[in-house]
């Protein structure tokens, strides 16, 4: 289950996507987008492939312009910070 705890800080960022977030999610500070997402792919058992092929998109960017979000690398961002479901 995803455990959500509070944080101290007044600007927190989610460290996949750069979304403004106040808890941590699966024991990282993530915003409940990325959280869902990773939720959802890790229970789906969901593989992706990366929207240009490079495997290295610019996922702040991506959102920031309103383009969408590249699934591949979200969720390898999500593993690279140690996203872990509950025990």
């Keep these: 289950m995803d455990q959500q705890i509070a944080t101290n800080s007044i600007d927190d960022f989610c460290l996949v996507c750069g979304g403004y977030t106040k808890c941590l999610h699966f024991q990282v500070l993530a915003c409940r987008a ?13 593989t992706y492939q990366c929207l240009n ?3 290295n998109c610019d996922l702040i960017l991506r959102k920031e312009k309103g383009l969408p979000i590249c699934r591949y690398c979200r969720m390898q961002r999500c593993k690279e910070i140690g996203m872990c479901v509950g025990e």
């Design 34 to 46: 990325c959280s869902a997402f990773y939720k959802r792919t890790v229970q789906l058992k969901r």
């Design 53 to 55: 092929g490079s495997k």
